[in-house]
Structures are given as structure tokens and as C-alpha cells.
């Protein structure tokens, strides 16, 4: 529901006040220059006044009974003077303020572009990218505009008229202020009176502006899927349905901007024509010369022209306004995940990694973790296994400080998460996600992500363990080659295996594996296995998995269902207990021995497994004592 027309410009007032201090430390970091290039422009004012005056002196000076003009030469030569002071010391002034202008915009995207970092993952995945875009866009340009017009325009407009008062007050009678000051009043009091009516067309144009950018970019970005359903006329009329709303929206704006113009015009004829009848009874009745008539007239231009653009610079400054309070509004977004003060560096010492009693819930009424409570001593393999949705990921969100439990405590060699800096725990941990984005880069840039530091042969041998050198080898481009959006150009397997190239060159003390080989083959499944086995090798390890064929060597395995731990053992021990696991092992197995009955031949890992479990289901009693014996199950 529409907010009244006072209760609007109330708040937009107040976030006007807001977004104006806001910028003003910004620009008051070059006061040198600032106080600088206002001095320019008061002098460059002074030069503009003084072109009437001396323009006065001239035709006050001719001489009507020669046939010749014979103007003193000193007076031309500062009419020029006066007329090159005003360009240069305007272009100077534009000079001087260029750098604070543009220094205060980049400093202020910086600060926006951190902040949004800062933001949590629950920020993220609620906001919207095209609008996002589209006000830090318009929120930097607005600074600019707003800096333009009121140095460049608005200021010297003042200043202007504050000069031509002050000579129309010493050397003519009270009607000329008067009519200027009346005009003056009605003119500002007009402008903007109809602008604010205007404002919330503008506004209205804005939000549609973005909810059709937002629109745009989300179909563009899932190309593949508007393609796959053959949704591309579907697409164009949602689309179509915003830019309609956008258009109407503008068409008022636009047919209420040719009434302001038409008010504008209509007082600024009006009150010049006053003037010059007055001026022009004056020189009639002997009062006044040709040349004061000239300086009145030349006075009036001066003021009304840049006067004829102030609703224009007046709806600006206020869209200007507005773009800035909602990017400003951007950084005063309440960052839910902070450091607390005194917050120490984390201290890794093998990096044992507990759960304690964890409950936690993306929202207040659906809770995903129940009384999570385990254990990944230091250089250990942890597997977490389950059904969707039943809260693996969420632990490795949780692992990384995405968000903060909700009871209970995650601790890494003894330290809560909550009490060390985000920046040393995130870069103790390294993840292989099951959704590999990537950057719209280079595959040298996206594996050296990992460690921005890293050499190019540190890269290539990280590609080698991922098993993704010789893949790179043969295109044409090599490592040099773009991954397209997303990584679109990539396929699924090879995106993955850059994300395992990325976690190795990053050399973590935790490793975190989210279906980190989904996305493969069996035969490039295995090979990676090794690999990752590899690299896995002394670190901290947890892993969450789908295919239970790659963790059956963990040390430990998590059985979750709806965020609750069911079951927690070895392979062996699970199976031997005939449980939610060995159900899930048994299905998994069936799906293979469908897949083989299709006619393709078993691949070795999968005999391989299949003896394994044939084995071990035949002599229960040895696996359990074997994984007694072992003593692991005990210990995590």
C-alpha cells in the first residue's frame, strides 16, 4: 500500500539528511581541496558579474555625436580579462574537485563491495542480484550527480544571485529586488512544490527499473533451464510485464515534468518583462542610462538561464538523493556474523574439530540440527551420510561460521568458533562443494583461487593431483582458458575436479568433501578417490557423502536423519548392525546391480566393494570385534 504524500517525504527528508552525512567524511578528507575549488568558483562569479558592469561602462562611455566609437582601450582589454577569468577559473575549480568527486565514489563502492562480504550467507541467498547491481550502480552515480550539481550548478547559482542582489540593492530603486526577490521566491516555491508531487513517480520508476533488471538477470542466468522447457516467450512476458509498469511510470513522469517546464518558463517571462519595464521608464524619465538598461537585462539573462534548469537540477539532486540512501542503506545492512571484540587468531594444533550438543535452525519455527554432538580428533576422516535435507551440509555452514548455533558449541582444538577471527578459521578450512561455481575467469585464475599467492607450477601440480592436467593439456589455451559464467563451459566433472585442484593448493588443516566426486564417472570417481585420500592424509577430514562406496574407509560414520544422529560407527560396525546404513548400502548396491544387468560389466571398484561386503555381511561377529578392537568407534 502506497505511503501518503507526507509520510513519504518525511522519510525520504530524513534518509536525504542521513545520505547526506554519510558522504560528507568522504569529501571532507581533501577539505584542502574542497575550500579550494570554492574559492575558484566564488572568484569565477565575481568575473561573471563584473562582464554587466563592465558592459555598462561601455556604452556608458560612447560617445553619440561621433561617428566612430571610441571605447577606452583599458576597458576592452578587461572585458576580455573578465571573460577568460570565468572559464578559467571555472575549468579550474572542475580540476581541483575532479579527484575528491571521484575518490569519494571509489571509496564508497570499496566500502559497499566489503560490507556485502561481511553479510551473512542468510543475507545472500534472500537478496536479489539484479537489483543489487542496479542500486550500487545508481548509488555511485548519484554521488557523482549530487556533487556535480551542487558544486557546479546550485552553488554558484547561489552565489550568483547573491551578487546581483547586492547591486541592484546599492545602485537601483527598491522595485527591481523586489521583483527579483518576488520571481525568485515564486519560481523556487513552484519548482519544487511540482517536483516532490513528481518524486514519487521517479521513485515508483526506480523500483521497477530493478524488479525488471532483477528479472532479466535471473532468466539469463538460468539460460540452460528457460532452454530446456521452451519457456522463452514465457520469459519475455514477465519480463514484458515489468517494462509495462516501468513505461506507464515513466509517461507520467515525463507529461509532469512539461507542466513544471511550462510553469517555470511562464515566471521567468513574466518577471523579466517586469524588470525591463522598469528599467526601460527609468531611462525615459533620465533616471537610468542605456548602459543601466543593458546591465539589468544582462543581469536577468545571467540569473534566469541557469534558473530555467533548477527543477531539472532540483529532481536530480533529490534522485540523486535517493539512489544514495538505498546504497547507503546497503552498509548499514546489519552484518549477522561478527567478530567479537578481543577476538584472537585461531591456533590450529592437529585441528581436533568438535560438535557439542549442537541445535540450530535457519529460522526460528523449522529446526534443522537436534543435540549434534561428535567428534574428529586431529588427522581423522569423519563421514556424515543421510537422506536430503537432513542437515549434512548445514554442518559444514556451521564448520565455516556461516552462521552461528543456536545452543551448544563447535569448538577446533579447543576453541569456540564464535570466539576467533572469521578470517584465520575460514582460512584453516578447505571445502570441495558438491556445486562447484566458478569464476568467469581463466582456469589457472579459478584453480589459483585457492592460494592467490601460488606460483604457476604450484597450480599445474595441484591440476595433477586432481587429475585435471591432462585435460587442460589438450585445449588449445590450456590453463590460459575461460570457464565461461559460472564455469558453464565446463562440464560437471571437470568444475569438480578444479575445486579439488583449489582445495589442494590451499593446503588446509581441515578438509571438507560435500559429494566431492558426484559429479564424476566411476572410473575418474576412483582415480580421485586415491587422491583425495592422499591430500586427506594427516589433516582433519569430514566428509559428506552420497555414494557410500567412497567412505567406506572413514574412520568414522554419521547416520543423520531429520538432523538427528541415528547411527555412528565404522562400515563394518554399521553394517553388522543391520541399521538405517545397512539398508542404505543394500539400496545403493541393488541400483549397481541393476546397472550391470543392463549388460555393462561390473567396474572393478564396484567387485571390489561388493566382496568387501559379501565378506563382511558373512562374518558380523569378526567385523564388530575387528572395529572393537580397533578401538575407533570409542574414541570419535
Not at 581423522?380 to 543456536?406: E, I, M, Q, W
Not at 593431483?465 to 565446463?490: C, I, M, N
Request: proline letters at 3%; charged letters at 20%; glycine letters at 6%.
Amino acid at each position: 500500500m502506497p505511503l501518503p504524500v507526507e509520510a513519504g517525504v518525511a522519510r525520504t527528508v530524513h534518509g536525504d539528511w542521513h545520505a547526506l552525512r554519510t558522504l560528507w567524511p568522504y569529501l571532507w578528507e581533501y577539505r584542502g581541496r574542497v575550500l579550494a575549488a570554492i574559492a575558484c568558483l566564488v572568484i569565477a562569479k565575481l568575473a561573471n558579474v563584473g562582464v554587466p558592469v563592465l558592459m555598462k561602462r561601455i556604452v556608458d562611455s560612447l560617445d553619440p555625436r561621433q561617428a566612430m566609437l571610441a571605447v577606452p582601450l583599458v576597458l576592452l582589454v578587461a572585458y576580455g580579462l573578465l571573460r577568460l577569468s570565468t572559464t578559467l577559473f571555472t575549468e579550474l575549480r572542475e580540476f581541483l574537485f575532479a579527484k575528491v568527486t571521484q575518490r569519494a565514489v571509489r571509496k564508497i563502492g570499496l566500502d559497499v563491495f566489503r560490507h556485502l562480504h561481511m553479510l551473512s550467507l542468510r543475507y545472500h541467498l534472500a537478496r536479489q542480484t539484479g537489483g543489487l547491481t542496479r542500486d550500487v550502480e545508481r548509488g555511485q552515480r548519484g554521488i557523482s550527480s549530487l556533487v556535480s550539481y551542487t558544486l557546479f550548478s546550485i552553488l554558484p547559482t547561489l552565489v550568483e544571485i547573491t551578487l546581483v542582489s547586492a547591486i541592484l540593492i546599492a545602485r537601483y530603486d527598491w522595485t527591481f529586488i523586489a521583483i527579483t526577490a518576488a520571481a525568485l521566491a515564486l519560481y523556487i516555491g513552484f519548482t519544487v512544490s511540482v517536483t516532490e508531487w513528481r518524486t514519487h513517480f521517479r521513485r515508483e520508476m526506480n523500483e521497477l527499473d530493478s524488479r525488471a533488471n532483477t528479472r532479466a538477470i535471473d532468466s539469463l542466468i538460468n539460460y540452460e533451464t528457460v532452454k530446456y522447457f521452451g519457456n522463452e516467450e514465457w520469459e519475455a512476458r514477465r519480463y514484458d510485464e515489468s517494462l509495462q509498469r516501468w513505461e506507464r511510470a515513466a509517461v507520467k513522469s515525463q507529461t509532469s515534468l512539461s507542466a513544471l517546464n511550462v510553469g517555470q518558463s511562464a515566471i521567468i517571462a513574466i518577471a523579466v518583462s517586469l524588470i525591463m519595464w522598469r528599467a526601460t521608464v527609468g531611462v525615459v524619465a533620465g533616471r537610468l542610462s542605456i548602459g543601466d538598461l543593458v546591465l539589468v537585462n544582462a543581469f536577468m539573462i545571467q540569473l534566469y538561464i541557469p534558473l530555467n534548469f533548477l527543477g531539472v537540477l532540483y529532481r536530480e539532486i533529490r534522485q540523486a538523493l535517493a539512489d544514495m540512501e538505498r546504497l547507503f542503506r546497503l552498509t548499514a545492512e546489519h552484518a549477522e556474523i561478527v567478530d567479537r571484540p578481543g577476538a584472537q587468531p585461531l591456533v590450529t594444533r592437529g585441528a581436533e574439530v568438535r560438535f557439542e550438543h549442537v541445535d540450530f535452525g535457519y529460522e526460528a519455527n523449522r529446526r534443522i540440527l537436534h543435540d549434534v554432538s561428535f567428534v574428529i580428533p586431529a588427522g581423522h576422516n569423519v563421514a556424515v551420510v543421510g537422506p536430503s535435507g537432513s542437515g549434512k551440509s548445514t554442518l559444514a555452514r556451521l564448520l565455516y561460521r556461516f552462521y552461528d548455533v543456536d545452543s551448544g558449541r563447535i569448538t577446533i582444538d579447543g576453541q569456540d568458533l564464535r570466539d576467533v577471527q572469521q578470517a584465520t578459521l575460514r582460512a584453516a578450512i578447505g571445502i570441495v562443494p558438491q556445486d562447484t561455481v566458478l569464476f568467469n575467469d581463466t582456469i589457472e585464475y579459478n584453480i589459483g583461487y585457492g592460494n592467490p599467492g601460488a606460483t604457476y607450477a604450484a597450480i599445474v601440480e595441484a591440476a595433477r593431483l586432481a587429475q585435471l592436467h591432462d585435460f587442460v593439456s589438450r585445449l588449445p589455451d590450456g590453463y590460459r582458458t575461460a570457464v565461461g559464467e559460472r564455469g558453464l563451459k565446463l562440464s560437471g566433472g571437470e568444475k569438480q575436479r578444479v575445486a579439488i585442484a583449489r582445495a589442494i593448493l590451499k593446503d588446509p588443516a581441515i578438509l571438507i568433501f560435500d559429494e566431492a566426486t558426484s559429479a564424476l564417472d566411476s572410473r575418474s570417481e576412483k582415480a580421485i578417490q586415491a587422491e583425495l585420500q592422499a591430500i586427506a592424509k594427516n589433516r582433519t577430514t569430514l566428509t559428506i557423502a552420497h555414494r557410500l562406496s567412497t567412505i567406506v574407509d572413514s574412520d568414522l560414520i554419521l547416520v543423520l536423519e531429520h538432523g538427528r544422529i541415528v547411527e555412528r560407527g565404522t562400515h563394518v560396525a554399521l553394517l553388522a548392525a543391520r541399521g538405517v546404513y545397512a539398508r542404505m548400502w543394500e539400496l545403493q548396491q541393488d541400483e549397481r546391480g541393476l546397472d550391470a544387468d543392463d549388460g555393462k560389466s561390473r567396474h572393478p571398484d564396484h567387485a571390489e566393494t561388493d566382496d568387501r561386503q559379501a565378506a563382511e555381511l558373512a562374518e558380523p561377529s569378526a567385523a564388530a570385534a575387528a572395529a572393537a578392537a580397533a578401538g575407533v568407534r570409542g574414541a570419535l
